[in-house]
Nanobody
Framework: QLHLVESGGGLVQPGGSLRLSCHAS????????IGWFRQAPGKEREGVSC????????FYSDSVKGRFTISRDNAKNAVYLQMNALQSEDTAVYYC????????????????????????WGQGTQVTVSS
């Protein structure tokens, strides 16, 4: 059973950077599309970025395109989200999630409904952007 753990969140000033990590146990991440989602208080969960397992294609929401970069390191069984030029609007709990299907619609649509199941989510890491 794949088990995902996020890390790297914290408090950062506007314009600053953070790198989130998603590590896995119980399976190899390179077999899954991995997505990053976020949820701010009082708001719906939002798809942020995704990396496919077929050819490492990357996908970004319009709100983070050009500022965030997703990557994977198969040797470390990890996926990263480099976040630059952070804004107060980026404040949220960030989650990584996995899609093990061949279609990998989670990446195409940045839609959490395509996550493989409730067990394919990490516990989340808080990112707070504030001066």
């Amino acid at each position: 059973q794949l088990h995902l753990v996020e890390s790297g969140g914290g408090l950062v000033q506007p314009g600053g950077s953070l790198r989130l990590s998603c590590h896995a146990s119980g399976g190899t991440l390179h077999s899954y599309a991995i997505g990053w989602f976020r949820q701010a208080p009082g708001k719906e969960r939002e798809g942020v970025s995704c990396i496919s397992s077929t050819d490492d294609s990357t996908f970004y929401s319009d709100s983070v395109k050009g500022r965030f970069t997703i990557s994977r390191d198969n040797a470390k069984n990890a996926v990263y989200l480099q976040m630059n030029a952070l804004q107060s609007e980026d404040t949220a709990v960030y989650y990584c999630a996995a899609d093990g299907t061949s279609v990998q619609a989670m990446c195409v649509y940045l839609d959490a409904s395509f996550v493989s199941g409730d067990d394919y989510w990490g516990q989340g890491t808080q990112v707070t952007v504030s001066s």
